[in-house]
């Protein structure tokens, strides 16, 4: 016959710490699949396409900052946005962009021994917006000039082509780190062709090299509404087949 007086003290203390694991391990559940659920795993399909450029023309889609005039040269030509920058560059596309969104074009850093050629900064600002001032467009190509905006940054081969950076400047001054790469496959190729995919959608945000991830971020105070810049300094780049869809 069992007896539950026969169960020794220590037996019991034994049983409860048990119990108590358990019982916290199963506590914990609840919290790992909200954090799995935090992770950004649905992106959405283009639909429409809202807006393009074929840079067939001129600049007036564009509003162009740039730190240096006189040694620069950016322009249109042979259906490409073509940013020469002796300093620092923001070329903005003038649409403010709302909602879920997909901004795709193809990119290159040419090194031919311009003036302006340096294997760097294939950059971009997009969702931007200065919280103290409706209008964005007042800078003069300085890369501080941008810190009080709010924004999300990717610096792709920045600092010589040394790093690989994605921030969000909180328009306060405070620019957070959000990922930083090094490897060699995320850094740039002198004179290729990179097709640049960047995706808005439902509270996350995420970009995408020749179809491969380089950042993924899920946003709690995501940035629903801004402007799309491409941002260089010190280099000599061609953009070319820039669209912008809605995604469903």
Request: net charge positive; hydrophobic share 35%.
């Amino acid at each position: 016959m069992f007896h539950l007086q026969t169960v020794s003290r220590p037996a019991c203390k034994i049983t409860a710490v048990v119990i108590a694991v358990v019982v916290a391990m199963v506590s914990a559940l609840p919290a790992v699949a909200q954090s799995s659920e935090a992770t950004c795993s649905l992106w959405g399909r283009a639909g429409k396409l809202i807006y393009q450029d074929d840079f067939d023309k001129d600049l007036r889609q564009w509003q162009v900052e740039s730190a240096d005039t006189k040694n620069s040269d950016i322009s249109v030509a042979n259906h490409q946005l073509l940013i020469d920058a002796a300093k620092g560059a923001t070329v903005w596309f003038k649409q403010k962009l709302s909602g879920d969104i997909l901004i795709r074009y193809t990119r290159r850093v040419v090194m031919e021994q311009g003036r302006n050629d340096r294997l760097s900064d294939l950059n971009q600002f997009w969702m931007a917006t200065d919280p103290r001032n409706q209008n964005i467009f007042t800078r003069k190509g300085v890369f501080e000039q941008y810190d009080d905006l709010r924004l999300y940054y990717a610096g792709i081969g920045g600092n010589t082509n040394t790093t690989t950076r994605f921030r969000k400047y909180q328009g306060n001054g405070e620019r957070s780190l959000l990922t930083e790469l090094n490897e060699r496959d995320t850094l740039l190729q002198a004179n290729r062709d990179y097709v640049i995919e960047t995706t808005v959608y439902q509270g996350c945000t995420r970009v995408l090299v020749d179809g491969k991830v380089f950042f993924s971020y899920r946003d709690k105070d995501a940035l629903r509404d801004g402007y799309f810049g491409f941002r260089t300094t010190q280099s000599r780049q061609q953009v070319r087949d820039f669209k912008i869809y809605q995604l469903e």
